[in-house]
């Protein structure tokens, strides 16, 4: 099944347990069409919710495991750590200047997966405000990728948002890549289907977390600073 099919059975599959849920409220003969409808605002509000936090937590899972195998104690060669990589002084511009990559391989849980979920979200957002005048590049095709939120969000963790911009500015002649080989435009394409839209809107504080597997994972990763 194709990602956009998945995502839209997914909603249609919410909405009509949703609605079998609440069939009792919504119809009830007593209730007003004021009252009805604001029933039916509630209940659209919270589909979109439900969706929004939904695909937020299939997005941080899949760039999780893109990053570091879900691994949230994972230290790569040259110094990122967490199971979505982030280099230190990414950290201590965000505000966990207590952080180090030394002080992490010696002890994991200094960093442990709630607070690596929280530092993802406040970069994901300070990267979004750099991106801010970017997002016009959204429905454009460059370099046969469809650029879209998601991806944006996904191509700046990877090299950051300077090197996302540069890759736009350019129309992807400049494309940057990590050690590894994996460039701007690997994740554009990659990350493109996830419906991250309302990012800054709803508070998306998933359940999702992530989980050790045991072992450290060195993988090569280029930083995610601006």
């Known amino acids: 099944m194709k990602k956009n099919s998945f995502v839209q ?5 919410l909405l009509a347990l949703v609605f079998v ?11 007003g069409y004021r009252a009805r409808m604001d029933n039916f605002r509630k209940l659209s509000e919270y589909v979109r919710r439900e969706h929004y936090k939904s ?25 990122c750590f967490g199971e979505w990589q982030f280099a230190e002084k990414t950290l201590h511009y965000l505000g966990h200047k207590h952080i180090t990559a030394r002080k992490f391989k010696k002890d994991p849980s200094i960093f442990p997966p709630d607070l690596q979920l929280q ?7 300070v990267n979004l405000v750099s991106l801010k005048d970017y997002e016009r590049f959204a429905g454009d095709t460059i370099r046969g990728v469809v650029i879209t939120r998601s991806g944006m969000i996904a191509a700046s963790h990877l090299g950051g948002a300077r090197s996302l911009k ?7 002649r400049i494309n940057k890549a990590d050690v590894l080989g994996t460039s701007i435009s690997d994740y554009l394409w990659k990350f493109r289907n996830y419906d991250l839209d309302t990012f800054d809107r709803y508070d998306l504080y998933c359940d999702a977390s992530a989980h050790a597997s045991g072992k450290t994972i060195f993988r090569k990763s280029f930083s995610q600073s601006n």
């Open 9 to 13: 059975y997914c909603r249609i599959s």
């Open 21 to 31: 849920s609440f069939s009792g409220i919504c119809t009830a003969p007593a209730l």
């Open 55 to 79: 695909e937020f937590a299939r997005f941080i899972k899949d760039l999780g495991k893109s990053e570091s195998g879900n691994n949230w104690q994972c230290v790569n060669l040259i110094g």
């Open 119 to 125: 530092a993802l979200k406040s970069l994901i957002r």
């Open 166 to 172: 540069l890759f736009l500015n350019s129309k992807g």
